[in-house]
């Protein structure tokens, strides 16, 4: 069955980097266009970056210039480097994988999701 599993979570101060990665099985993973969401305490999941099967980048207005998704489909897996971290970036990242031909932004659009790794940015 398919499976992602996220890691590279923890605990960092404001202004500091953490590197997300996204381990897929399970599925062909070049064909997939890819995703990481977040979701923190009492809000909705929201989209962060996403990137196409040909490595096309998409990001939310809150993190670009500061995050950088990118894949490695030899290894199956995705990152979400994280730079200039701030306290409102402190939520459960998700990374998630649909088919078809775009990147979508919404949790609907989405086939697959991982169990989320937590980040944390201390002020």
């Known amino acids: 069955q398919v499976q992602l599993v996220e890691s590279g979570g923890g605990l960092v101060q404001a202004g500091g980097s953490l590197r997300l990665s996204c381990a897929a099985s399970g599925l062909t993973f070049s064909s997939y266009n890819m995703a990481w969401f977040r979701q923190a305490p009492g809000k909705e999941r929201e989209f962060v970056a996403g990137?196409?099967?040909?490595?096309?980048?998409y990001y939310a207005d809150s993190v670009k210039g500061r995050f950088t998704i990118s894949r490695d489909n030899a290894k199956n897996t995705m990152y979400l480097q994280m730079n200039s971290l701030k306290p409102e970036d402190t939520a459960v990242y998700y990374c998630?994988?649909?088919?078809?031909?775009?990147?979508?932004?919404?949790?609907?659009?989405?086939?697959?999701w991982g169990q989320g790794t937590q980040v944390t940015v201390s002020s």
């Open positions: 998630a994988a649909r088919r078809g031909i775009v990147v979508g932004t919404t949790v609907d659009e989405y086939d697959y």
């Open positions: 990137i196409t099967r040909s490595h096309s980048t």
